[in-house]
């Protein structure tokens, strides 16, 4: 039996977070090995039954950053030997080279890198390019959670493919077709929904890409009754959303509706027309897993790792064109024999993707170097 540290540090949000708790549930559930989270996490102390969990305070703030990540982290994995250190964001700490385990990093994304889309902060920045290019040249394995972004990886780095492994993300259960039209009414009345509509659900972010969404819509205007319905919190970035909605009178056609549930998620996109997700730039689109498991069409474009998770099940567009854009979404939601081609397609696609399969990787290939 081996001995295997995982480490879950921060305030973490959205798909990483997604990944980290699935991955640690599945370990927990399947694997026989031992495992020890090391965390910040209280909420964390009691949700596992075979994984131990060795709580660590953040006094929080950058000061509480570093202290937990190059000390107290380090010193915790150096009180027992372990085989191996699982990292499944941020970074490795520049001092845990030091430690004699083998160590494994999971990269999601090279969103640091992008200028084009990248608001952080300028010193998380310059200092996280610089941990992201150390970890992968240190780490004895990689995980990147696509081919695009093992791609990227080997690209910006020079990192040794052979040393990077691509381990897809799953699919929630919540997110499938709900028959209960009780249920579905009340999401609908809930969150104040008219049908017909097209559906985004997720940050709102310049590289999501939805200012080129409303201008598309803003032209189809005559031609289709659609709304937009939008789901999520603002992110990081002037999106120029508001400003366009105003002169362009169309808040009568986009509904915002902020943060919901993955259940209602998973019913509003049931429920749409089409899913619309033609972002700038991926590390992965679980969106497009998620919409296609609901039966509903998707668009999404042909840059990053979206035309390769979405498959042949999808609309697929330039997503600096809005004429493409608009031109996919009447498509979308015109043309009968499409949609349903498009919705069996998805239904097959979504067979390549579960938590179980990404943790039977990751974990086959740690073992691999003990």
Not at 214 to 226: D, F, R, T, V, Y
Not at 231 to 247: C, H, N, P, V, Y
Request: hydrophobic letters at 40%; proline letters at 3%; charged letters at 25%.
């Amino acid at each position: 039996m081996s001995k295997f540290a995982f480490i879950y540090r921060g305030n973490t949000k959205g798909g990483t977070k997604l990944v980290i708790e699935k991955l640690l549930e599945e370990f927990d559930k399947n694997d026989k090995n031992q495992w020890t989270l090391i965390t910040d996490k209280k909420e964390c102390i009691n949700n596992y039954k075979n994984i131990k969990v060795k709580y660590i305070r953040n006094i929080g703030g950058l000061l509480g950053y570093f202290l937990w990540d190059y000390l107290q982290s380090f010193f915790s994995l150096l009180d027992e030997n372990f085989d191996a250190v699982l990292y499944p964001k941020g970074s490795i700490p520049i001092d845990h080279i030091l430690l004699k385990s083998k160590k494994a990093y999971i990269v999601h994304d090279l969103g640091y890198f992008v200028e084009e889309f990248n608001a952080y902060p300028a010193m998380d920045t310059f200092f996280m390019k610089r941990q992201m290019k150390f970890s992968c040249k240190v780490a004895d394995i990689i995980f990147a959670i696509s081919e695009f972004t093992k791609e990227d990886i080997v690209n910006r780095f020079k990192i040794d493919r052979e040393k990077i492994v691509v381990t897809y993300e799953g699919i929630l259960d919540v997110f499938k077709k709900s028959k209960n039209r009780e249920i579905i009414e009340d999401c609908m009345k809930r969150n104040k929904i008219k049908r017909p509509y097209l559906f985004y659900s997720g940050s709102i972010s310049p590289r999501k890409n939805l200012l080129r969404v409303l201008q598309a819509l803003n032209n189809l205007k005559k031609e289709i009754p659609h709304t937009l319905v939008m789901t999520g919190r603002a992110s990081w970035g002037d999106t120029g959303l508001d400003e366009f909605i105003k002169e362009n009178d169309l808040q009568e056609r986009v509904n915002v509706v902020g943060f919901v549930s993955y259940e209602d998620v998973a019913i509003l996109t049931s429920e749409a027309d089409m899913y619309l997700f033609p972002s700038l730039y991926e590390g992965f689109g679980l969106p497009i897993l998620e919409a296609q498991s609901c039966g509903c069409p998707v668009l999404t474009s042909n840059v990053s790792s979206c035309p390769e998770i979405a498959g042949k099940a999808a609309i697929v567009v330039d997503p600096y064109s809005v004429e493409e854009i608009a031109n996919g979404i009447l498509i979308g939601v015109r043309d009968d024999v499409k949609r349903k081609r498009l919705i069996a397609l998805g239904y097959e696609n979504i067979k390549k993707y579960s938590w179980l399969k990404m943790s039977q990787t990751v974990l086959t290939n740690i073992k691999k170097l003990t």
